[in-house]
């Protein structure tokens, strides 16, 4: 199962990655991506999904970091919001489920 959860991750990562560059070679900048987030009630709303799915995990993972004292299991949070929640998540199910736990 752990090398599943980083199967998910890594393909969390290049898979959202691969659109958001292709959307950028366009010769779109990183404020048209923003302003793209609210163009209807849908793709805000996945805007907000989101947003709050990644909140709940850095709090999850925060804690459970701080309860664990497994402190490179921090890097989930800057994966989460500098890549998205489909990468910082798994990874942070990887790196949770080491064996020395």
Do not use: K
Not at 65 to 81: E, G, H, K
Request: aromatic residues 18%.
């Amino acid at each position: 199962m752990r090398w599943l959860f980083l199967a998910l991750a890594v393909w969390g990562a290049i898979h959202p990655m691969y659109w958001f560059l292709s959307f950028m070679a366009q010769g779109n900048g990183f404020g048209a991506m923003i302003d793209a987030w609210y163009v209807n009630a849908s793709t805000t709303g996945l805007v907000w999904d989101l947003t709050i799915s990644a909140l709940t995990l850095t709090i999850w993972v925060a804690w459970e970091t701080w309860r664990r004292q497994s402190w490179i299991d921090l890097v989930a949070i800057p994966a989460t919001f500098c890549i998205g929640v489909s990468c910082g998540l798994p990874l942070y199910l990887f790196l949770r489920s080491r064996a020395d736990r």
